[in-house]
């Protein structure tokens, strides 16, 4: 969140803040803080930048430390995450000493081959998938997305943007339709404004909003336009590939006028399913509910007799390409919990090794080896 001031002399008075006062704050969450008592005060991360973070208290913004134990445990803030402060008036800083229990969360399969899961973003209500017309609308880098925001247990809409540069909009709405059931898709321009109060419903004080999709799809011009200034960097896009540069670094927190909260995203063009497997069965409902009158339980529609899901490719209900892409991230799923699997029993090995390196050196210092 940006332009925020607040000086050091106040870090002492904001012990007694009101945390009704903190965009999302709800009755769950004050029965959760309310086991703390002495010099805590509660905050809602704005922005993280490795081991400090910027957190909302009480309508300003503080910079708050990462305490040691908390990254022990391997417990990470991330945007939108509520979170207790321990104010440390004596040294003139705060120090986040633990997370509050999240309602909803969007991440994805972590980098490397340990797999596991990246938590993006906490406690939203609704998730903007932003694409645009052009190169960067891909049908099957959206059902990638819905399964992703479907597991996160956020709602989501689809916004098409950049309209003013396609002829025939209705056209490619019906597009993305095709693969997004009951799903809202909006087609606005950010640039121009058109459209955007289709989005209000979305934006009621106090619920979260999270923006996510490639760069270049105009997800900061967006936030600008909300804000009605420019707080968010907007680049230009490659002629010979349309991918946009990335702009926005880091992800953040903001609060419109009316008390909403927008939180922006890095662009993600490609981005791993992780645990999505709920997520997964939303996104393609079509085919889980004709699944259900396949001859085989453990049918995987490819080329068992009795197939219902098969049938329906045959006659027309479900579209080849769609199935196709069911299977595919069907099989990414599968291999990203061995990977997950693989990376707990390596990690159960250095453990395990570490702690039988630990007992030597023991037995070596103390003369009984």
Known sequence: MNNHSETESSVHNSVHCDPNKIPGWSKDLELAFSAYKGPYTPGRVASRHKTVCEVLVSGAV??????????????????GDFVVLLNQP??????????????????????????GEQVIAANLDTIFIVTSVGKDLNLRRLERYLAIVYSSGASPVILLNKIDLEDNPTRLVEKIQSIAGDVPVIPLSALS???????RPYLNPGETVALIGSSGVGKSTLINAFLGETVQKTGDIRKDDEKGRHTTTVRQLFLLPNGAVLIDNPGIREIQLGDSADGLEKAFSEIVDAARNCKFKDCTHRDEPGCAVLKAVEDGLIPEERLASYHRLTEELIFQSKKAEIGLKRLEKEKCKKIALDIKKYKKSTGKL
């Open 62 to 79: 503080v910079q708050a430390g990462i305490s040691g134990a908390l990254l022990k445990i391997g417990k990470q803030p991330v945007v």
């Open 90 to 115: 004596e040294l003139g800083s705060r120090m986040v000493v633990n997370i509050l229990p999240r309602r909803t969360c969007l991440s994805r399969g972590a980098a490397g081959d340990g797999g």
């Open 193 to 199: 404004k058109t459209g955007l109060s289709e989005l």
